[in-house]
């Protein structure tokens, strides 16, 4: 056996910089700054660990070669102590593993995948308001389906989308549990839609106008205020809501309007920016929108940050039309396919649907901007009052 207990303390005293041992794995390691860290090291299945014990003089010589032997003895019977400690850690503060704690933990881990880095809070929402309210404080491995059944269930068919996404997130905040080492039921969301039964909602569409409708409503627009002008290119490009009332200048270059990735919503596998092809009945929207500009925001609101989506939808409830703002990207689309021969591929890259898997994407290098920007441009035709004849894109020159 290696020789123990070679440090005294008359060396600790002043013990100067660098790694000290005194056998068996245990050093202390003295920094140039002056502060010094016990460190344990032992092999766990053949594999190396490190484990730090605490700072010195904080730990003393002969508490740190009583820790020493503790978690020697882990290692000799195959366990790790790194491990083993922070299960001892996490059961002393079981605090730490409600599932407010570990749902917040794996919010961070996915933000990164999240439109904006989640800072909308669209994300955590169903959680926040519907579940942990009521949850917030059960150590997340004590967690079953019936908590989760008696959690949901007043809005499960009420607000069947809502508690559709509160499942899934607690689906992905259970499996991070696991990840993190919790003894934790991947299955309770599974169960608890069983005993939840199938929602009686029906789920509505958003009201659509009739394509044909569309150039009676753009004519109305006559105003040059922001709202006119905002449903006017919403109409004209077909994008969301979203990237529009946040449509910086700087994304404007000629007549190509460049959408970042990130603000784009249901692109899930596709990373690259948009690209909307601008008409000139666009490019002169914008134009008229210009002088309205406010830290870069074409479409700002009076006070700060943009113009809000119920501004426009309140305006459309105004005049006492039942469709909504977003399903002007329906009337484009049954235009598309009604009266125009665009291949499917192309009517769905108007609106930014991403269509076959990551390895078709990956070989098709595409997004058919010249095409697009052929049927923006008679689509723009139309709602401003042209004859909105078929379009033929096949051999077009």
């Not at 040059?224 to 490009?237: F, Y």
Request: aromatic share 6%; charged share 30%; proline share 5%.
């Amino acid at each position: 056996m290696r020789a123990k207990n070679r440090l005294t303390t008359g060396f600790l005293k002043s013990p100067p910089v660098g790694k000290h041992c005194d056998g068996a794995g245990l050093w202390l390691i003295v920094r140039d700054d002056g502060g010094a860290q016990w460190v344990l090291r032992v092999t766990v299945h053949g594999r190396r660990r490190e484990m730090g014990l605490g700072g010195y003089p904080t730990l003393g010589l002969a508490e740190a070669r009583k820790q020493a032997s503790r978690w020697r003895d882990v290692a000799a019977a195959g366990r790790d102590p790194i491990k083993e400690r922070q299960a001892e850690e996490r059961a002393a503060r079981r605090e730490d593993i409600s599932l407010a704690i570990i749902t917040a933990d794996a919010f961070e881990a996915r933000k990164a995948e999240l439109k904006g880095d989640g800072t909308a809070g669209r994300w955590l929402s169903p959680l926040t308001i519907h579940v942990l309210p009521k949850l917030g404080k059960v150590p997340v491995t004590d967690l079953d389906q019936r908590d989760i059944r008696d959690t949901l269930a007043p809005i499960w068919h009420t607000k069947a989308d809502t508690a559709r996404k509160a499942l899934n997130r607690l689906s992905i905040v259970l499996k991070h549990a696991a990840a993190l080492g919790l003894d934790v039921d991947l299955q309770a969301t599974e169960k608890a839609k069983a005993l939840l039964g199938k929602t009686r909602h029906v789920p509505k569409n958003i009201p659509a106008m009739d394509w044909r409708d569309v150039p009676d409503f753009y004519a109305s627009l006559e105003e040059p205020t922001l709202t006119h002008l905002a449903l006017r290119l919403l109409i004209l490009t077909g994008v969301r809501s979203g990237p529009l009332r946040n449509l910086r200048l700087d994304q404007i270059k000629g007549d190509v309007w460049t959408v970042p990735a990130e603000a784009m919503k249901g692109r899930k596998g596709a990373t690259d920016d948009f690209r909307v092809p601008l008409s000139d009945e666009a490019q002169r929207v914008i134009d008229l929108a210009r002088p309205h500009a406010r830290n870069g925001y074409l479409f700002p609101n009076s006070r700060k940050g943009v113009i809000s989506d119920m501004t426009l939808s309140r305006h459309m409830e105004r005049r006492g039309l039942e469709a909504r703002p977003h399903g002007f990207r329906t009337s484009l689309r049954t235009w598309l396919a009604e009266a125009t021969d665009a291949p499917h591929e192309v009517a769905e890259a108007m609106l930014a649907h991403v269509v076959d898997g990551g390895v078709v994407r990956a070989y098709r290098r595409t997004d058919y901007l010249e095409q697009r920007a052929k049927l923006g441009a008679r689509w723009a035709d139309l709602v401003t009052g042209g004859a909105g004849q078929v379009v033929k894109l096949a051999g077009e020159g």
